[in-house]
């Protein structure tokens, strides 16, 4: 397996497949990975002729600086996990320096305000970040292609629209949320939590279900109502946000519309957070 620290090894090693156009999927990932990962390279893997993972914590995007250092690292066990896709995979584990060159500030973008709901009212300037290693990543890497999960589909659609307004030529795409067995949506920041906390956590999941079926025929303030009730009579969760959002805008609701909905909910467990969406019609 091929494991490149500088973006000129990996632009020197990736040049011969861009000139003769083969196509190059790109997972890009801050390590600690999962299933959820893995899927995402399988998929990369069946779609395109090379495969490149990026294994960064970019600092950039935290606004909290304990989250930030609590985040697991656990490169070597990733490496392990990426040769079980296959070992034809090029790795690409800069450090902070390598991607940042001693200036380890976020560019400012807009993303036509889809980083002003949700996450980016929650986490000033996260999507700056976000923003910021994406478009370095893809320009060292050249993807044709990018795979990105839905479980941060807020994320998913700032890098959708960072790739229209920079005119580059990469299409995303999302993939759908890879789960537990009990329904928590996989996760990095599940490693932080206790086995018995992992269980407590499957309670998110199953109250977005049920947000999910009140919806066909309950209106957008009684089923927020709903979900800010029923975590309200479990206090071990704290409820940062519940809301259901234009898919599209990302914009909130107060009223159905005919537009294609999500429900978007961030809890904090034992000092962890934790964010999940599903679709709702």
């Known amino acids: 397996m091929l494991i490149f620290n500088y ?13 003769k156009g083969s196509s ?5 990932t801050m390590g600690a990975l999962h299933n959820g990962h893995l899927s995402l390279l399988r998929q990369s893997v069946k779609d395109n ?35 079980t896709v296959s070992p034809d995979i090029i790795v690409f584990t800069p450090s902070v320096d390598e991607m940042y060159g001693g200036n380890t500030q976020s560019a400012s973008f807009s993303f036509d305000g889809l980083e002003h709901q949700m996450e980016g009212s929650h986490r000033p300037g996260h999507f700056d970040g976000v923003g910021t290693i994406v478009k370095k990543l893809f320009e060292y890497v ?7 999960g839905e479980k941060d589909f807020q994320q998913l659609q700032i890098v959708k629209k960072l790739v229209e307004k920079q005119n580059m030529p990469v299409q995303v795409i999302g993939c759908p949320i890879t789960r537990e067995p009990n329904g928590l949506a996989m996760s990095s920041r599940n490693q932080r939590l206790t086995g ?14 049920e947000a999910k079926e009140k919806f066909k ?9 709903y979900v800010e009730q029923a975590f309200a009579q479990h206090p071990e969760f ?30 904090m467990l034992s000092n962890v957070r934790l964010i999940d969406n599903i679709s709702l019609n």
Do not use: C, W
Request: charged fraction near 25%.
């Open 7 to 19: 973006k000129a090894d990996l632009e020197a090693h990736l040049a011969p497949y861009i000139s």
């Open 142 to 148: 050249n993807p044709t292609r990018a795979y990105f």
């Open 217 to 225: 025929n309950e209106d957008v303030m009684q089923v927020k109502n």
């Open 49 to 83: 002729n090379v495969t490149v993972i990026s294994i960064f914590v970019n600092p950039t995007q935290f606004n909290n600086p304990e989250d930030l250092e609590k985040y697991p690292r656990t490169v070597d066990a990733d490496i392990e996990q990426i040769a």
């Open 238 to 267: 704290e409820l940062e946000y519940f809301e259901i959002a234009d898919e599209d805008t990302l914009v909130p609701a107060t009223v159905k519309e005919n537009k294609k909905y999500r429900g978007f909910v961030a809890v």
């Open 196 to 209: 018995q906390d992992r269980e407590k956590a499957a309670f998110i999941y199953k109250v977005l279900n």
């Open 24 to 28: 190059i999927g790109f997972v890009p």
